[in-house]
């Protein structure tokens, strides 16, 4: 089972940015792919960014162009690099990974039941 901390979320203005990092420890399998999801108030969780074991990734059409996502050697953090942030992106943010299936495909259907382990969440403010 692999466990997943988050870190590095916070309030920024508008246009700002900040990192945020995702501590992955336990039995990490060699094909797991991983990700980043968010939760609004009164919204469902999306997905926002999904880096599959082979190096493919893909990300909401919100954060496109805007985020993105990256893990060191030897795959024991996750990042997310979040830029030109605005209020809309106000949220818990959560990453997430899968043992099974492949991340991209995950976020792509919304099949939040296909995730193996989740990290707590870390808030992320934007304000204007």
């Known amino acids: 089972q692999v466990q997943l901390m988050e870190s590095g979320g916070g309030s920024v203005q508008s246009g700002g940015s900040l990192r945020l990092s995702c501590a992955v420890s336990?039995?990490?399998?060699?094909?797991?792919?991983v990700g980043w999801f968010r939760q609004a108030p009164g919204k469902r969780r999306e997905g926002v960014a999904a880096?599959?074991?082979?190096?493919?990734?893909n990300y909401a059409d919100s954060v496109k162009g805007r985020f993105t996502i990256s893990q060191d050697n030897p795959k024991n953090t996750l990042y997310l690099q979040m830029n030109s942030l605005k209020p809309a992106d106000t949220a818990m943010y959560y990453c997430?990974?899968?043992?099974?299936?492949?991340?991209?495909?995950?976020?792509?259907?919304?099949?939040?039941?296909?995730?193996?382990?989740w990290g707590p969440g870390t808030q992320v403010t934007v304000s204007s």
């Open positions: 997430a990974a899968v043992n099974s299936a492949r991340m991209t495909t995950v976020q792509a259907l919304g099949v939040m039941a296909r995730v193996d382990s």
């Open positions: 336990g039995y990490i399998y060699s094909n797991y792919s």
């Open positions: 880096l599959d074991s082979d190096g493919t990734t």
